[in-house]
């Protein structure tokens, strides 16, 4: 391939996204970058750090909860790019409450941004995939939506969908040369993993939980994305991976 190799990241401006974004640009990849407008500093500053591996980034603003939107993102990154190899769908939001009381609101929000959000911009991609018969579709899911915690029954919810319509995309699309795999991180040390790590107790506990005995970093995600949006896993689809250092075992 005489081109570079080409990626969109959602919710790129921080955390796991920033680190997947930075990572696939050290691995040769150039980069679409996607986050809200209100990330518009942490987002310029990942495209400058990209830039200084020598690769290039482009900035997409789009809330991934905003059909039209991603419509016109979706335009504007094929526009720019001529070709994406993956799209990486890590954009989500966390807000914890327990059911009993949980906003109708709420629960919109989160399914609308976390599992309605993928569906969209992998909606707004497939086209171009099914005409290249090529594509890598990961999606960021969560050990949450395997396991879960209090306060989270509607974001394990949200990621259990995303990783049920990744199973069937799979069967879907496979015969168009493209392939649709979820990672679950397990506990990350991010502005979202703050809600489970704040009280230095539950940070323990974690700990204790986990095989590795640490808390993991948006760096630890990083390896398995780019193994599933690389060529070396052209024969992997429908499947989750946990990257959570070892808590939870299937
Ligand atoms: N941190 C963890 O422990 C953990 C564990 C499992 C899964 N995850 C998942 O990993 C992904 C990244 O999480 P993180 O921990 O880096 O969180 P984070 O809050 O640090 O980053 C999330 C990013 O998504 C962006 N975003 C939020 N809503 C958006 C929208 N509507 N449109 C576009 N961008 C939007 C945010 O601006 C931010 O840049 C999420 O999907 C999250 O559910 C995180």
């Known amino acids: 391939m005489s081109r570079n190799r080409t ?15 930075i990572g696939m640009a050290e691995r040769g990849y150039d980069v679409a970058l996607n986050d809200i407008e209100r990330q518009k500093t942490d987002l310029e500053d990942v495209a400058a750090k990209i830039a200084a591996t020598g690769q290039r980034a482009e900035i997409f603003y789009c809330d ?3 059909k039209a939107s991603i419509e016109v993102m979706a335009q504007a990154v094929l526009t720019a790019f001529d070709e994406l190899d993956a799209v990486v769908n890590n954009a989500g939001i966390l807000i914890a409450g327990e059911v009993d009381g949980l906003p109708e609101q709420v629960w919109d929000k989160v399914m609308d941004v976390n599992a309605k959000g993928s569906f ?3 909606q707004a991609f497939l086209p171009a995939m099914k005409r290249r018969k090529y ?9 949450g939506g395997k ?6 029954a509607h974001y394990s919810a949200s990621k259990a969908a995303v990783m049920g319509f990744s199973r069937v995309l799979a069967q879907e699309v496979g015969p168009q040369g493209i392939t649709v795999n979820c990672i679950c991180p397990g506990i990350i040390l991010t502005e979202m993993g703050r809600v489970n790590l704040e009280d230095p107790e539950i940070r323990n506990a974690w700990q204790a939980k986990t095989a590795m005995a640490r808390i993991g970093t948006p760096e630890d995600v990083v390896g398995p994305v ?3 949006a690389s060529d ?7 499947q989750t991976l946990n990257v959570d250092g070892g808590i939870v075992f299937s």
């Open 232 to 238: 070396d896993a052209a024969f992997v689809t429908g």
């Open 120 to 122: 969209m911009v992998i």
């Open 147 to 152: 396991h879960g915690a209090p306060e989270q």
């Open 64 to 66: 991934v909860s905003d």
């Open 7 to 21: 990626v969109l990241v959602t919710g790129a401006s921080r955390g796991i996204g920033a680190a997947i974004a």
């Open 135 to 143: 594509g890598r579709i990961v999606n960021i899911a969560s050990i």
């Open 226 to 228: 780019a193994f599933l």
